[in-house]
């Protein structure tokens, strides 16, 4: 009977094993699909389901997210590498704040070049959209919340650094 129970939990453990490495193999994984440039979840891709996009506004849509991922990447290539030498800046033993602070000012300043782009993006989209189309769109926007209050998910205020 033993053997039989340790057969068994092999077995299922095995199995278990081969769904979840087939899983991730397959990028199923659990995490969210933004990465998925065109697809459902991807902002774009939602908007082209819920505007109702004729197939020549899809196309033109298609032609501006390929532009801006073109000239997204080379600056989130950069970000990534900014990234990775702030990071390995505070890493040292006695890190330099000075240095830090400038490759944090650097991030930011890609940051805002990666914004400015997508924003950029979406007045090239807006000029697509018909009048029912640009008022759907603003009703969607309509009563959101804004982005970025962290003060609003109770974080207190920290306040101003001293030094």
Excluded: Y
Aim: glycine share 12%; with cysteine.
């Amino acid at each position: 009977m033993k053997r039989k129970l340790m057969v068994t939990g092999i077995v299922v453990g095995a199995a278990v094993l081969a769904l979840g490495t087939a899983a991730l193999a397959n990028g199923h994984c659990g995490g969210d699909r933004r990465g998925e440039k065109g697809g459902k979840h991807d902002g774009i891709g939602r908007m082209i389901e819920r505007l109702n996009l004729t197939a020549d506004q899809q196309g033109k849509v298609g032609k501006l997210q390929e532009e801006m991922a073109a000239k997204a990447k080379p600056l989130e290539q950069k970000l990534r590498d900014l990234k990775g030498q702030e990071h390995a800046a505070w890493k040292s033993n006695k890190p330099d704040e000075t240095k830090v602070v400038a490759l944090h000012r650097q991030t930011l300043k890609v940051r805002g070049e990666l914004d400015e782009l997508r924003i950029a993006q979406r007045f090239d989209v807006w000029e697509l959209l018909t009048p029912t189309q640009r008022a759907e769109f603003s009703k969607r926007h309509e009563g959101r919340p804004e982005k970025g209050g962290k003060r609003d998910r109770g974080e207190r205020d920290r306040g101003e650094r001293t030094r």
